[in-house]
């Protein structure tokens, strides 16, 4: 096993990985190696979603995904969602719906639901729980979630939701 170099943008910026393995997966490189703490480490089998990032225009577990394969593209994490220091929209619309409880699934669905509101600013119950399946969450049982998402919706398209 040779050690390699390589660059991975993340939220922006180049970031230089050194001295890496390139079987990594893109989860330890991003917390680990690269100090991007928010997504999380759960299962390791892309079956929680804790660990989903964006990378170019797909949400990923990125347990699942080599490092090396997301060289040349774009990686969002939780970290790049909202300028430092400010909450986003959805991060907003979490705490005001109380969407927040452990706070272990919260980055992988933040990640995926800023993804699908990018894509639809209007969407139905049955879409959101589409777009959210793949990202568990054992505290909420989701109705707040939801609520969350229709609160961030209004919010983007200039309504205001209570």
Not at 3 to 10: A, H, R, W
Not at 16 to 37: H, I, M, N
Not at 99 to 112: D, E
Request: proline share 2%.
């Amino acid at each position: 096993m040779s050690n390699i170099f390589y660059t991975l943008n993340v939220n922006g910026e180049d970031h230089q990985v050194a001295d890496a393995w390139a079987g990594e997966s893109l989860l330890w490189v991003l917390r680990e190696r690269l100090g991007f703490p928010g997504a999380k480490n759960a299962c390791e089998e892309g079956e929680c979603g804790s660990c989903s990032v964006q990378i170019g225009e797909e949400v990923v577990c990125s347990c699942l995904v080599l490092a090396g394969s997301a060289i040349d593209q774009e990686i969002t994490t939780i970290e790049g969602l909202s300028p430092e220091g400010e909450l986003g929209d959805v991060q907003q619309a979490f705490i005001d719906a109380g969407a927040v409880q452990c706070g272990f699934c919260t980055p992988g669905l933040l990640v995926t639901i800023g993804h699908l509101l990018e894509k639809n600013e209007n969407p139905d119950d049955l879409t959101v729980r589409e777009a959210i399946s793949g990202n568990l969450c054992r505290c909420t049982g989701y109705g707040r979630i939801l609520e969350a998402v229709q609160m961030a919706a209004a919010s983007r398209r200039g309504e205001k939701r209570e």
